[in-house]
């Protein structure tokens, strides 16, 4: 069933760079077309090592969009990958991006006997960590984001979504301890098992201030304490009592005799107004001093030191993404935390720095991925509350944070000129479209009401499913008025439209609703065709219907959550792939290759095998000698907007393979010299069109 946890986002901190600008101008070139085998161009340029250093946790930055830096080869997945079957042995499969066993790490525990536990609540197991970085499945299906253990080495697991406590043993059997609507809760909540053999709960009813509840072995719950401050990070400290710290860093202490709340000061955050504290995020030493870790959903974090006195002191920077969940390791005297939103373990301390112990991938539970006009796969990831961008080597990276948590899932579109547009719509948060231009920060553009599906039109109109209003809206470029289409569907999520204007819609019936809190359901169980005159068709029936993409070879491809559909256009529906976790969104990039993201596997699985051709040729300079490092944008409209960005060898060429059946333009650029456009260059099968481009030297006009 679909996870989700819903917190304040208060980080906000982009990438940079812009893509290139400038009026291009037609000049002349040859093309030819020949039979050849392929050989990709790099689709960046070659950069020097950039200095390391911690990006600051506040700031604002500029979407990378189409000039994205590309790194090296990605690092191969840390777990066992599932297999991907396909039904037709022309296709081959690959990760683009690797699983990561991690997927959403949010807890850390030590048990007395040494042995290191990491909690992946996007998949629902738990994993014992080695202190060569390698690790074991110690159980599975379990869930729960914050968790505790006792003197014997036994695991409790509290879910505050279900509220629900489990005990897994020592053999790793699993024991429900209670569940409770008492208990459950949308917010992040703190959590502790006392000396005396009960837990302790920091409810927080998503309201700002938080309530105490002691909690059995046997399952009893008892009110203890009202409106206190928010202690979504709870430890039982040395003393035996409860220590706890706000999000704003303020630190109390409970004494369990009289359950009194007392005041023992403030954290003094070195990272700026929008540092918080991580849920989860405390731990003591043995010599008493508390540690405190802030932003697991932020670009950066750090940890912090409080000592006997109380007074507190930055002990530790974390790059990358904040530590959730912390423990103290004895052996080496550090704090080793999750890194939720990358997967990632890592242990940090002042004379070591910080240390990965486990490398993630850079996504987490992904539901929806795009490529934009230039190459770059956009990734939403659920859990995360943020959107990454992926490049061609498949390496992932933060790019914005958004509240992206569902249902309904989020969805990715792009204009022509690398303008990013992502629904949002969480509860308790605004429902909206967000537009992302290229060399700008993200704004609103719209608002909406739980925006799902999205499609960007050739005129600049943004097509929207509404699903909990049972309508489908038309957004007009210039004035951003909203306007109803489709009324009276049932919770229409995912939408894709064909060449002829059709628009294909995956609809759900009422009763899939499995929570009236979030007014969408999690999947859909029918496709719909509606025509340009508004006339409905339904195409298929059956449960798990997530997203739907069509390829150039005409067929449309419906992901669902253990498989991929492929519909011909008689509306012949067979099975395409298999093996699927919880199959989420897909897409097709420029060379006509199949993505296809599983939010628990945590990966993202690339297919080839459809048809295509190549554009190949030189650029020179006016002199006939080869210009290296030009910079090609190939682009092209239908039957949707795809595109990449490439650049020439050291001997002037270049190579890019694309769908066969598109029809595309090129345009070529190199500082110094004017841009040269080429239009209408149609790619065949196994076909390469040559074209050498002759740049003048100048500037556009």
């Given at each position: ?28 070139a ?15 340029m ?8 911690l ?7 500029i ?14 997945s ?7 079957q ?15 066993a ?36 110690f159980?599975e ?164 030191q ?5 007074k ?10 904040g ?83 569902g ?8 204009k022509?000129?690398g ?111 509606i ?9 298929y029936?059956?449960l ?27 509306g ?25 993201c ?21 650029v ?21 907007l ?36 080429q239009?209408?260059?149609?790619i ?18």
């Amino acid at each position: 069933m679909k996870r989700l946890c819903v917190f304040s986002l208060i980080c906000s901190l982009f990438l940079n760079d812009a893509c290139q600008a400038g009026q291009p101008q037609k000049q002349g070139a040859t093309q030819s077309t020949q039979t050849s085998s392929p050989q990709e161009s790099p689709s960046s340029m070659p950069s020097a090592t950039a200095t390391v250093g911690l990006t600051p946790i506040s700031g604002t930055g500029i979407s990378p969009i189409c000039s994205l830096e590309e790194q090296s080869a990605a690092i191969a997945s840390t777990y066992a990958e599932a297999p991907i079957q396909l039904q037709d042995e022309k296709y081959t499969t690959t990760w683009f991006v690797a699983p990561s066993a991690l997927n959403m790490p949010h807890e850390v525990l030590l048990t007395p006997q040494g042995e290191l536990l990491v909690q992946s609540n996007g998949s629902n197991q738990l994993f014992q960590i080695f202190e060569d970085g390698s690790l074991s499945l110690f159980t599975e299906q379990v869930s729960g984001y914050y968790g505790d253990v006792d003197e014997e080495g036994n695991i409790y697991l509290y879910d505050f979504v279900t509220g629900s406590i489990i005990r897994i043993g020592r053999d790793g059997g699993v024991r429900k301890l209670v569940e409770s609507k008492q208990i459950s809760t949308a917010c992040d909540s703190g959590f502790a098992l006392a000396d005396n053999g009960s837990f302790y709960l920091a409810l927080n009813p998503c309201s700002g201030n938080s309530n105490l509840y002691e909690i059995s072995l046997d399952g009893e719950i008892r009110l203890v304490l009202e409106n206190i401050p928010n202690l979504q990070a709870l430890k039982t400290n040395p003393a035996g009592n409860l220590s706890g710290v706000s999000p704003n860093g303020s630190l109390y202490e409970i004494c369990l005799e009289d359950y009194s709340l007392s005041a023992g000061g403030k954290i003094q955050f070195t990272g700026g107004w929008m540092e918080y504290v991580s849920a989860g995020g405390l731990a003591f030493d043995p010599d008493g001093n508390m540690y405190i870790s802030t932003c697991g959903r932020c670009n950066s974090g750090r940890v912090y030191q409080v000592g006997a006195n109380g007074k507190s002191a930055l002990w530790a920077d974390v790059p990358n993404n904040g530590l959730s969940g912390i423990e103290w390791l004895p052996q080496t005297g550090e704090i080793v935390g999750s890194q939720l939103r990358i997967g990632s373990l890592m242990a940090v301390s002042p004379s070591a720095g910080a240390r990965e112990i486990v490398h993630g991938n850079g996504i987490v539970t992904p539901t929806a991925i795009e490529f934009s006009p230039c190459g770059e796969l956009v990734v939403g990831n659920d859990e995360g509350g943020n959107l990454s961008i992926v490049d061609s080597n498949g390496n992932a990276s933060w790019l914005t944070d958004f509240i992206s948590y569902g249902p309904p899932n989020a969805n990715i579109t792009f204009k022509q000129d690398g303008t990013l547009y992502v629904s949002e719509a969480a509860p308790g948060f605004p429902d909206q479209i967000l537009e992302m231009p290229v060399g700008q920060a993200v704004s609103q553009y719209s608002n909406a009401v739980k925006p799902a599906g999205l499609i960007m039109l050739p005129d600049g109109d943004l097509l929207m499913a509404e699903p909990s209003v049972s309508q489908i809206s038309r957004i007009a470029a210039g004035t951003r008025q909203k306007t109803a289409l489709y009324r009276d569907l049932d919770f229409p999520t995912a939408i894709e439209q064909d060449d002829a204007g059709n628009l294909y819609v995956i609809t759900a019936s009422p009763e899939l609703l499995w929570d009236a809190f979030w007014a969408v359901p999690v999947l859909g169980d029918r496709i719909l065709r509606i025509s340009p005159e508004g006339e409905i068709t339904s195409l298929y029936k059956g449960l798990g219907l997530r997203s739907l993409a069509f390829g150039t070879d005409g067929y449309m491809y419906a992901v669902l959550s253990d498989r991929i559909l492929r519909i011909s256009p008689a509306g012949r529906v067979e099975s395409f792939a298999s093996g699927f976790f919880d199959g989420t969104d897909l897409t097709f990039d420029l060379a006509g290759d199949l993505y296809a993201c599983d939010r628990a596997l945590n990966g993202i699985v690339q297919i080839s095998g459809f048809e295509q051709g190549w554009l190949a040729g030189t650029v020179l300079d006016e002199q006939g000698e080869p210009l290296q490092h030009a910079r090609l944008h190939i682009l092209s409209e239908e039957p949707n907007l795809r595109g990449k960005v490439i650049y020439t060898d050291d001997l002037g060429h270049f190579r890019a393979a694309i769908a066969a059946g598109r029809s595309c333009s090129v345009q070529v650029s190199k500082p110094g010299f004017r841009t040269f456009i080429q239009e209408d260059i149609l790619i065949e099968n196994e076909q390469t069109v040559e074209l050498t481009v002759a740049l003048e030297i100048g500037q556009n006009q």
